[in-house]
C-alpha cells in the first residue's frame, strides 16, 4: 500500500509559478513510477506530467512542455512538480498517482496505469 499526499497548491496570478509535492509512505516508493493529473470542474481528469522511478526518465503533455518540470527525490519519497507561466485554463485539481513498473525506466501516463492516487490540491490561476 502506498499513500500519497499532494500539496502546494494555492492561488497564483496568471504568469505565476507555483511547486506541488507529492509525499508518498509505505511500500517502497523509489520503485514506482509516478504521474501528475489534473481535473477542472465539470471535465475529465488528464495527464499532465509523469516520472520514471529512477527519475531519468519524464514525459509531458504538450500543452504543458517547456513551462512545467517533474523531478523526484526518492530519498525524501516525494516527486515535484514545478509549474511556471500558468495560465487561467490550468486551474484545476492537481493529483499524482503512483504505478507499479517493472523496470526503472518506465513512465506511465495513462489514469488506468496507476495504482494509487492522493486526494488532489487545488490550484487556482487567477486572469
Known amino acids: 500500500q502506498v499513500q500519497l499526499v499532494e500539496s502546494g497548491g494555492g492561488l497564483v496570478q496568471a504568469g505565476g509559478s507555483l511547486r506541488l509535492s507529492c509525499a508518498a509512505s509505505g511500500r517502497t516508493f523509489s520503485r514506482y513510477a509516478v504521474g501528475w493529473f489534473r481535473q477542472a470542474p465539470g471535465k475529465e481528469r488528464d495527464f499532465v506530467a509523469a516520472i520514471s522511478w529512477s527519475g531519468g526518465s519524464t514525459y509531458y503533455a504538450d500543452s504543458v512542455k517547456g513551462r512545467f518540470t517533474i523531478s523526484r527525490d526518492n530519498a525524501k519519497n516525494t516527486v515535484y512538480l514545478q509549474m511556471n507561466s500558468l495560465k487561467p485554463e490550468e486551474s484545476a485539481v492537481y493529483y499524482c498517482?503512483?504505478?507499479?513498473?517493472?523496470?526503472?525506466?518506465?513512465?506511465?501516463?495513462?489514469?488506468?496505469?496507476?495504482?494509487?492516487w492522493g486526494k488532489g490540491t487545488l490550484v487556482t490561476v487567477s486572469s
Open positions: 498517482g503512483a504505478a507499479r513498473v517493472s523496470h526503472s525506466s518506465v513512465v506511465v501516463n495513462t489514469l488506468d496505469g496507476m495504482k494509487y
